[in-house]
């Protein structure tokens, strides 16, 4: 019976070491994590960072100060951040002129004029200011690590600095000068379109994407009512629409997320003390981080191919869901089942290209509606829809982006 007590426990203790083994990362998710440095420097994103600082003090040194201490609470999740004084902030605006332009009533609304635009500019000075500076950088590293906790950069005070030029270049046009609003709109749309590149987090490259779509738009209403000319818009660039960083850094998200649940005394729950050797044998990090990296490669993959191919991509896809070993990782194939859908922020770019496609067959080839062609699918009818034209795409348009506003 001594015996028997004695290979059952060695057995059990085999089993046990057995089970705390994990893999090596796989190249993939040596690369992904690889090309995150948190250590460079980035005067526009510390810039950025610390935008709304007082007019008495320095953005970058704010931005510095904002990121040291994020840092900190890296190292130790118990540390409470200092934060920069609310009531030191530059203030935000207000207003029904600041709606989002893609819902029902908005352009309406910043075309009726029924708002100062000589107060807004003059009350809002300094984050014009602000927010010209910013445009003016040639360069753009996000300098946080990808953690849970992650303070992203205030991108909402550049977006309502870039309403409030929108708003100055309607108000030149409602005093008719619309071909002075043109060249105003065209520089912010190219000065945008060069910080969207740049950008290499998905938070940013998606508000600097809907604000140039949000410029086209006013672009096209006014062309519409006007004898103005216009160039041809290029469609995005793969720099433009490139997801290489973003999918890094997406990845590091995940990755310093499931590093940091291994071991943890906490696993199940809060305020619990589990022995680390038990949640290894249920959960996994690096097996679970190896297996959604493919997910991130194919994100960034799926941004650079031409509008026809990632049509039939995601039409033809059924939605490759990444698996672990559900004996060796059982905790890890549950966190793998709700991992986050990219593919739709990946649309959003070539569905910005429809867009464009649009303005430039209807602004400036002039076409009509029956000589038109969608990027994705070739020749199309656009559908008139309350005043947009609309081409089909292969995931739903939320944010109208495969839409062209023509009138108010």
């Known amino acids: 019976m001594k015996k028997l007590l004695t290979i059952l426990l060695l057995a059990f203790v085999v089993v046990v070491m057995t089970a705390q083994v994990d893999d090596d990362l796989s190249e993939e998710s040596a690369d992904l994590i690889g090309r995150i440095d948190t250590e460079s420097t980035s005067e526009s994103y510390l810039y950025l960072y610390g935008i709304f600082a007082s007019e008495g003090d320095d953005p970058v040194k704010v931005g510095r100060k904002l990121l040291e201490e994020n840092r900190k609470l890296d190292n130790d999740d118990s540390y409470e951040v200092i934060e920069y004084p609310d009531e030191n902030k530059i203030s935000l605006p207000t207003g029904e002129e600041f709606c989002k332009a893609w819902e029902e009533g908005c352009l309406e609304y910043i075309f009726s004029s029924q708002y100062d635009i000589d107060r807004l500019l003059s009350e809002n ?18 300098l946080s690590k990808p953690t849970i906790h992650e303070l992203f950069p205030p991108y909402q005070y550049i977006a309502s600095a870039e309403r409030i030029k929108i708003l100055e270049a309607i108000s030149v046009y409602s005093k008719g000068d619309a071909k002075g609003a043109l060249e105003s709109l065209s520089l912010q749309f190219s000065k945008l379109r060069k910080s969207m590149a740049l950008q290499d987090n998905l938070i940013g490259k998606l508000v600097l994407l809907m604000k140039l779509s949000e410029v086209i738009d006013v672009m096209s209403v006014i062309l519409s009512n006007s004898e103005g000319k216009v160039k041809l818009i290029p469609d995005l660039t793969k720099s433009e629409k490139s997801f ?40 996994k990090p690096n097996m679970t981080i190896n297996s959604v990296a493919p997910i991130y490669y194919k994100l960034e993959q799926l941004a650079q191919l031409p509008s ?25 194939s549950v966190l793998i089942a709700i991992s986050p859908e990219y593919t739709e922020y990946v649309a959003r770019f070539y569905d910005f290209d ?16 029956d000589d038109m062609k969608n990027p994705y699918y070739g020749k199309e ?26 009138k108010i």
């Open 125 to 142: 000075k300094l984050l014009l200011a602000r927010s010209s500076r910013f445009f003016e950088f040639v360069e753009y590293e996000t």
């Open 244 to 283: 290489h960083m973003i999918a890094a850094r997406e990845f590091g998200m995940s990755y310093y997320t499931f590093k940091n649940l291994d071991k943890h005394p906490e696993f199940f729950e809060i305020g619990g003390d589990f022995p680390g050797w038990m949640t290894r044998i249920v959960y």
């Open 308 to 332: 026809p191919d990632f049509a039939k991509r995601i039409e033809a896809s059924n939605s490759d869901i990444p698996s672990t070993s559900k004996l060796r990782n059982y905790v890890g």
């Open 354 to 369: 429809a867009k464009l496609a649009i303005f430039n067959q209807v602004h400036h080839l002039k076409l009509s509606l």
């Open 381 to 406: 009818v656009p559908e008139d829809v309350n005043g947009n034209l609309c081409f089909s795409g292969p995931l739903e348009d939320k944010r109208s982006l495969r839409c062209l506003r023509v």
